[in-house]
Each structure stands twice: as structure tokens, then as C-alpha cells.
């Protein structure tokens, strides 16, 4: 495990780190939580109140769910960047295992936690104090084009993010796009990734009598059970393998260029490892196998498997209904109903047929960006000046979001970069940003703007 990087390091100027504290402060005490509906045009509000402190005409659009911070400012000649960020955060819970209240931020050890604190309100703050700090760079003005789209639901799936997309082509307008998140790894290496899975969540259902039934009539009525168990069990084999039919047909192999940063990858199956307590990965998979797995494999994931009694002592019953929750991340080019539909015929095929199979939520495209285009190598080359160490090319997370109306509709090239760390606790209790990294992070994000616009830095 990578030793703490010394907390001493300073690049961002004594004000705006203030400010940055301040604005973390402030937003990370506005309960945001999408699942519950919180706080959602109190925080919307407080990100459009902050963006027009850029100089932004910010602009708040109703949708069907929470409200998108929307702001823009062309600059005629310039080139514009999209920001797509989120105010809205997971759930607290649960509470006992946080250190300090998760909706009042708190500094200890080098770190600032709440919730929020890295996903996504640390990372919104970082751009906002590196495109202050840019305008200070260049004459007091922001010498490019910048556009933020700031939804309310992306911890819920982001519901609405392809049709407000598909609503808003023409104000979205723009040549690069920097994605909600980024940092550095498990070893302390600045990042890049430059895609995202898709993924379709299915709610699987099944009922074999009218109720539950006395288990001494078990080798005559089937156990749902037993029948939901043999259904999700029938989806891969032991290695991971996923065995629904054509499932794999429309996997788009890597291309040259990504097989090569596939293989320059540094190996990180060790530290992970050794970190989430786990000896040996699916199919004994490390090194670059284990990253192409990671990056480039679709996978079906179980999250869940109820139904029946697990309470104390005994009870000898045959139950008569059971549920599974299912995750499926795809990659370029599966498409998420039609491998929806090809579940639902390997269950029909497999004598499964009595198990219903819904979606739990609206599905999202994968996508990528190619790691040779020219925001990508200037982002890299940002990264190595900043961390004096070369960025290390993730061709996709293992992760989904709202990416391919970006990236598919939009025709924008997107990096992923930002002040996260790999122990940040996204999502569990005392999610935490590191001073270092939002100093190195916000810096970067400076710099490959610069590098990109072809703009000096001042001496
Ligand atoms: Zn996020």
C-alpha cells in the first residue's frame, strides 16, 4: 500500500483554497440525497448561485425529476468545454459508522469528509476554484467557452439526462467535455479514464404456489426458491463467464490503440487485493488480463437473492415466492433492451419461463472515447507536469453513467479527471477528498485546459 503523500503541498493560491473550503462547506451541509428527494432546489440553487460567480448566465431547467443547473459563456473565437457534474449524493445511512456527521464537513488528517466531500460536490468545487483560477491566470476574464450541466439525479440512475440531452443539442454545444470524476489510483498515479459501461437493472420475480406451503410436500410442489436460485445460477459460469446466448455478439474487440494502454497499464490486482481482503480474482485473472477483465468485459451481477425464512431455529416451509436483483454493465457495442430481451429468452429457453423479469430502472449505454484523441493526450500530458508521474490510460470504468448521449449525440471527446482517490469512500460512510489531491487535481484541470486552448501560462 502506497505510503500518504505529503500533505504539504500547495499549488492553488491561499484565496481560492479558502474558497474552495468554503464552498464544500456549504454544499456538503445541503442534504441532497436523490433516493429521498432532499434538499434538491436548495442545492440547485446554491450550484447556480456559485456559477454565476464565473461570470456564467446560469440558467435552472425544470425536468420531470430534480432540476439541471444549466450555464454557459461563449467566448467568440475560443473553444467552449462541457462540464457535466451532479449536486445530488447517496444516501448517509448507514449513520453509526461515520466519524462525524455526514452532512457537516470535517477536517482531519489531511482530508475534508462528508458526504459529497468526493462524489460529486469535492469535484464540482475543484472546477469552480480551477476556472476561477484560470480567468486569474489570463487578464481576469475566462479566455474560453465553458457550459455546465449539473443534474439532480445521478445517484438514482439519471433518469432524465438522455432526453434533456436530446431536448438541449443546440445549447450544449461544445468541442471537449471533462466527466464528473477522476483522480488518482490505489498507488497514488494520476488517472484518465475515457469510458463508462452501461448497464440495465432487472428486478426477477417468481411465485410457484398461492402461499407459502408445509416443506413435507417439497418432493411434490416446487420451491421458488430453489427454482430463483437455479435461474440466476444458470447466467455464468464459474469464471465469470456470462452464458446467456449472443450475449457477447456484439462486444466490439479492442482496438490497437487501446490494447496498447490495455498492456502499459501498471498492475493494480495486487493492491486492490490486498485492500478489499480478496486472494484470488474470477478466473485467476492479474496483471493485464485482470485490467482487461476489469475495463473491457460486460458482466452479470447478482445483488441480491431473497425469499423464505432465515430466522432463528427452524421452519419447514416451502416458500412460495422469491426475488433476485440483477446488475448487467455492457461495453461498446451491446445494446441495453436487446440484451434485456436476450435475458428473458434464456430464461424462457432454460425452463425459467415462470420467472418474471422487469427493469428496475431506465437503462444507460456504454461508451467510450478514443485515448489517443488529442483532449485525451492533453490531459495526460497535464497530468505527468503536475504529478511528475505519466497518467495512467483507463480505457473504461467498471462503473456506468449518463455518458453516451455526451459522447454518442453530442460527438464529444470526454477525460475524466479530478481530486478523488482511491480511498475516498464514495458511497459509504466517511467519504473523504484529500487536500493533495484537490490541489494537484484542480491544478491539472487548469493545465489541460491551457494546454489544450493553446493558452500561455503566466510566468
Ligand atoms: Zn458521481
Given amino acids: 500500500v502506497s505510503a500518504t503523500p505529503d500533505a504539504g503541498v500547495r499549488l492553488i493560491p491561499d484565496d481560492l483554497r479558502e474558497r474552495y473550503r468554503e464552498l464544500l462547506t456549504r454544499w456538503v451541509a445541503l442534504p ?41 459563456r461563449r467566448v467568440p473565437g475560443a473553444p467552449t468545454v462541457l462540464f457535466y457534474n451532479h449536486y445530488d449524493v447517496q444516501p448517509a445511512d448507514p449513520l453509526e459508522l ?36 484560470l480567468a486569474r491566470r489570463h487578464g481576469g476574464e475566462l479566455p474560453i467557452g465553458v457550459v455546465f450541466v449539473v443534474e439532480g439525479e445521478e445517484e438514482v440512475g439519471s433518469p432524465h439526462m438522455a432526453s434533456y440531452v436530446a431536448a438541449h443539442r443546440e445549447r450544449l454545444r461544445a468541442d471537449a467535455c471533462v466527466w464528473e470524476f477522476g483522480g488518482v489510483d490505489a498507488h497514488d498515479r494520476p488517472h ?22 408445509h416443506s413435507g410436500l417439497g418432493p411434490v410442489v416446487q420451491n421458488a426458491v430453489w427454482l430463483m436460485a437455479a435461474a440466476v ?30 498492456a502499459a497499464a501498471p498492475r493494480e490486482d495486487d493492491v486492490i487485493g490486498e485492500q478489499i481482503g480478496v486472494d484470488r480474482f474470477l478466473g485467476g485473472a492479474t496483471g493485464t488480463e485482470w485490467h482487461r477483465r476489469a475495463q473491457l468485459e460486460p458482466v452479470v451481477n447478482v445483488n441480491g437473492l431473497h425469499g423464505g425464512y432465515g430466522g432463528p431455529g427452524m421452519k419447514t416451509v ?18 441495453p433492451l436487446e440484451v434485456f430481451g436476450l435475458l428473458r429468452a434464456h430464461l424462457d429457453r432454460h425452463g425459467f419461463g415462470a420467472v418474471e423479469a422487469t427493469l428496475a430502472e431506465r437503462p444507460e449505454h456504454p461508451s467510450r472515447v478514443d485515448p489517443d484523441h488529442p483532449w ?22 467498471g462503473g456506468s453513467g449518463p455518458m453516451a448521449p455526451f459522447v454518442d449525440e453530442l460527438g464529444l471527446p470526454v477525460v475524466m479527471l479530478g481530486v478523488g482517490h482511491a480511498q475516498g469512500r464514495a458511497h ?32
Avoid at 440547485?44 to 420531470?64: K, M, P, Q, S
Avoid at 461515520?98 to 477536517?107: A, I, N, Q, V
Avoid at 459460469?237 to 494502454?261: H, L, S
Fill in 192 to 213: 484518465l479514464v475515457c469510458g463508462l459501461k452501461g448497464i440495465v437493472s432487472v428486478d426477477l420475480a417468481v411465485r410457484t404456489a398461492a402461499y407459502d406451503q
Fill in 376 to 397: 485525451v493526450r492533453h490531459a495526460a500530458d497535464a497530468l505527468e507536469e503536475v504529478y511528475g508521474t505519466p497518467a495512467v490510460i483507463t480505457i473504461s470504468s
Fill in 428 to 459: 459509504a460512510p466517511d467519504e473523504n477528498v484529500r487536500w493533495i489531491d484537490v490541489e494537484r487535481g484542480t491544478l491539472a484541470t487548469v493545465r489541460t485546459i491551457e494546454r489544450w486552448a493553446g493558452l500561455t501560462p503566466p510566468a
Fill in 318 to 335: 416451502l416458500p412460495a415466492t422469491a426475488m433476485a436483483k440483477l446488475d448487467i454493465r455492457l461495453v461498446p457495442d451491446q445494446d
Fill in 32 to 72: 441532497s440525497v436523490a433516493a429521498e428527494g432532499r434538499a434538491q432546489e436548495a442545492t440547485a440553487a446554491a450550484v447556480a448561485d456559485e456559477l454565476r460567480t464565473l461570470g456564467l448566465d446560469v440558467e435552472i431547467h425544470a425536468t420531470e425529476g430534480a432540476p439541471v443547473v444549466f450555464a454557459e
Fill in 233 to 262: 445460477a444458470s447466467l455464468r459460469d464459474a469464471d465469470g463467464r456470462v452464458r446467456i446466448d449472443g450475449f457477447y455478439d456484439r462486444v466490439r474487440p479492442a482496438t490497437e490503440a487501446e490494447a496498447r494502454y490495455l
Fill in 98 to 133: 461515520w466519524t462525524s456527521d455526514p452532512f457537516t464537513l470535517d477536517e482531519r488528517d489531511g482530508k475534508l469528509f462528508g458526504r459529497g466531500a468526493t462524489d460529486d460536490k469535492g469535484q464540482l468545487a475543484s472546477r469552480v476554484i480551477a476556472l476561477a483560477w
